[in-house]
């Protein structure tokens, strides 16, 4: 089956001009998106996974800039198109749900305000309308007594509520893409289980495709279809979900299942990764991960890997990743 | 195993104040009556959501707020009133002790049954009062009252916290070597400048950072390194107690097991003792040895790390486990999905806090509230229900 994706990132490369040098955030990454499905991106802080998103919807700050690449949403190069063309897909193809609801929400409208300004700037109806379609979205998202909760500011809802209205605003012109960017950090783990349940139904509902950013790598194996993971502004290893969790192939992949607390297995050691993400100014020569790989081989430092097909829609960026099937006999969870 | 610190019915409410007098109109009731205890060389994990009041219980602790009411023993000595004004530590050392020992007296009719009736901290307070003091609450206050400084000291050096944030939690216009050999300073641990530096040395390379950088200011450092050198600050002390607060929290995955590897290092080289608090029920079950599950300021579970796993007993407990999710898609887990939010601390909920969304709640629950049982050797509920 030949599915078409809805959205195609290829060779996407953002770059930010800073005082201090030039920051490759986003170095060459590509992934699809299809529809009805979830895209999880994974990595740790200064990978490059939040600016993926905001390069999408060109919405980076002034020193950023997309130097090479295309974002193509329906066969369309959203890189190349004006920025009033732009505006009409932000919000209505593409709608993003960021980290922080409180800071993501303008303290000074209420919450029906806000919805109705995206209803109302994408589809052609009246306030009354809108507003109609804002206490319908609410109610969708599972905030109770919704009729009251319209006229209500972000501060008089709690964490999980502002939320809940930030999926409502996303949701209101139907999206082809949500682009969820740690859309869960903030939260308790309670109400997580219920946003993260809540997001499954609407896109059941919607068939709309998610991009699930997290660090979380729990939140990937429960929802995400295909992993794309990111170090340092580039995709190590692409694979569909049980893939990459059950075989995975980069070092760093392997490093990182086995670097997190899991209440699933027993464990008496965590796996160390050493040394830290580096510098964006300073990446090291050769593969990114060399100097933290456990095993790096001389060829490493001078050479940067390309992606190489490993299985079928499996790709890793690393020579030796014959080694990691090596390293995967070793006892789970008793690293010494 | 003996109990280096007790902690019985602890309360911390924080008043609510409005209007041009700042009257108190209501009272937000962090902690309320939680008693436990921790035993020396072990891992207690403090596990819950935002607002269940495990920050506050580790200021408490720390006595960096006063409680409001309820007994901290830390290291065989009743600590709580080290830092009241004293008047107050008075009047607590008045009701806590001299009134009890005087009731068991007409009860028991001798000084020397009341003594041997009582145990612990109680029994040598009961001595002192009874020989020394010669049953004068006047003489008992200042017999205990006395030294205060340098009980006080002696409190801080022994009970240490790591915080959760490495950004805010370092002075940004101090060098490394003030931040960690502040204390050993202070506490004359070491004399004179050679000596501290290299005790500032020593416990920097103990925590995997060079000596060398002891001249550099926290901006210099990563995230991950910094929360090192929290640890060293800590750790320079040579603290009985370490109390971490969301201490690995904030950073990401690849260096949070990093830090995870090296407390527990440093506890099996320095026979330390944790309370680790976090809301990351992982994290907790990978260091703890003994897990403390809260909810709305209260205690809901309590028991040693295996038996919680095993048999989580209280409906919370189980739907906090079933909420997190498992990094492995082979697994589809059945998940309780809570409704609601937390209520809030200022109206707690009647009877049980936690029924107003518990998926068994029943009748009694909104009217009763259950208490502590004991459901295995070890295992402690706060269920109606629990088996």
Redesign the interface.
Same mark, same amino acid.
Request: charged share 15%; aromatic share 4%.
């Given at each position: 089956m030949e599915k078409k994706p809805v959205l195609s990132v290829k060779n996407l490369k953002t770059y930010f001009y800073t005082e201090d040098g030039i920051v490759k955030a986003v170095d060459g990454v590509d992934f699809d998106v299809y529809q009805g499905e979830t895209l999880g991106i994974v990595g740790e802080s200064g990978c490059g996974k939040s600016v993926t998103a905001l390069s999408i919807l060109r919405i980076l700050d002034e020193k950023g800039r997309i130097v090479e690449g295309q974002v193509l949403l329906d066969g369309v190069d959203l890189t190349k198109i004006e920025e009033q063309d732009m505006r009409k897909i932000r919000g209505k193809d593409i709608a993003i749900i960021f980290q922080e609801p409180m800071v993501a929400l303008n303290p000074v409208f209420t919450i029906g305000d806000q919805i109705m300004e995206a209803i109302m700037l994408h589809q052609k109806v009246d306030e009354k309308t809108a507003r109609n379609m804002a206490v319908d979205l609410l109610r969708k998202v599972g905030i109770p007594e919704p009729e009251k909760r319209i006229d209500q500011y972000p501060h008089e809802l709690s964490g999980g509520m502002r939320q809940r209205a930030m999926i409502a605003m996303a949701l209101s012109c139907k999206p082809k893409v949500l682009i969820a960017d740690e859309p869960t950090t903030a939260l308790d783990v309670t109400i997580q289980a219920q946003i993260m349940e809540l997001m499954k139904e609407l896109q059941k509902e919607y068939g709309m495709a998610i991009m699930l950013i997290t660090h979380d790598l729990g939140l990937i194996a429960e929802n995400a279809d295909r992993v794309v993971v990111m170090y340092a502004g580039k995709v190590v290893e692409y694979a569909d979900v049980k893939t990459l969790f059950n075989d995975p192939k980069h070092p760093y992949t392997w490093g990182l299942l086995h670097a997190i607390p899991r209440l699933d297995i027993e464990q008496t050691r965590l796996y160390n990764i050493p040394g830290v993400v580096p510098d964006p100014l300073h990446f090291p020569p050769g593969c990114k991960f060399n100097p933290r790989c456990e095993f790096k081989e001389e060829r490493c430092t001078r050479e940067e890997p390309q992606l190489i097909e490993v299985g079928e829609n499996h790709t890793v960026r690393c020579f030796f990743w014959q080694k990691v099937d090596e390293a995967k006999k070793r006892k789970v969870g008793e690293f010494v | 195993m003996s109990a280096i610190l007790k902690v019985e019915n602890l309360v911390k409410y924080f008043p609510i104040r409005a209007g041009v007098f700042k009257r108190v109109v209501a009272w937000i009731k962090a902690v309320d009556g939680v008693s436990f205890e921790i035993n020396e060389g072990e891992t207690v994990g403090l596990v819950g959501? *935002?607002g269940c009041g495990k920050t506050t219980i580790g200021m408490v602790l720390l006595r960096l707020y006063e409680p409001t009411s309820g007994r901290i023993i830390f290291d065989n000595e009743d600590t709580t009133y080290f830092f009241m004004p004293a008047l107050r530590a008075r009047s607590y050392i008045k009701r806590t002790y001299v009134d009890k020992f005087n009731a068991l007296l007409k009860e028991l009719g001798s000084k020397d049954a009341v003594v041997n009736a009582l145990e612990g901290v109680d029994r040598r307070y009961a001595e002192m009062f009874f020989s020394e003091a010669k049953s004068s609450t006047g003489k008992f206050c200042s017999l205990l009252l006395s030294n205060m400084d340098e009980k006080r000291k002696q409190f801080r050096k022994n009970v240490q916290i790591v915080f959760q944030d490495p950004y805010s939690s370092l002075n940004p216009r101090l060098r490394i070597k003030s931040i960690v050999g502040e204390g050993p300073a202070v506490h004359k641990m070491v004399k004179g400048e050679k000596e501290l530096i290299n005790k500032v040395r020593s416990v920097l390379e103990d925590v995997g950072i060079s000596g060398d950088y002891m001249y550099r200011f926290p901006h210099e450092f *990563?995230g991950? !390194?910094r929360q090192r050198i929290g640890i060293a600050r800590a750790l320079a002390l040579s603290p009985k107690l370490v109390i971490a607060d969301e201490a690995v929290s904030a950073l990401?995955? *690849?260096?949070? &097991? !990093?830090i995870?590897?090296l407390m527990k290092d440093l506890q099996h080289e320095h026979k330390l003792t944790y309370l680790f608090i976090s809301? %990351?029920? &992982?994290?907790i079950?990978?260091?703890s040895d003994r897990i403390i599950v809260m909810y709305l300021g209260k205690i809901v579970e309590t028991a040693a790390k295996k038996d919680l796993?095993d048999n989580p007993s209280h409906p919370y407990t189980r739907?906090?486990?079933?909420?997190? /999710?498992? /990094?492995? /898609?082979?697994?589809k887990k059945e998940?309780i999905?809570?409704k609601g %939010?937390?209520p809030s601390p200022v109206n707690p909920p009647s009877g049980c806090r936690f029924h107003t969304r518990c998926y068994m709640a029943q009748e009694i629950c909104s009217k009763e509230e259950p208490q502590m049982r004991e459901i295995s050797p070890g295992h402690w509920v706060a269920c109606h229900f629990a088996k």
């Open positions: - | 959501e *935002s *990563s991950g !390194q990401d995955v *690849s260096i949070r &097991s !990093q995870i590897n809301h %990351d029920l &992982s994290v079950k990978y260091v796993f739907a906090l486990m079933s909420a997190i /999710p498992i /990094p492995n /898609p082979n697994i998940r999905i809570l %939010d937390v």
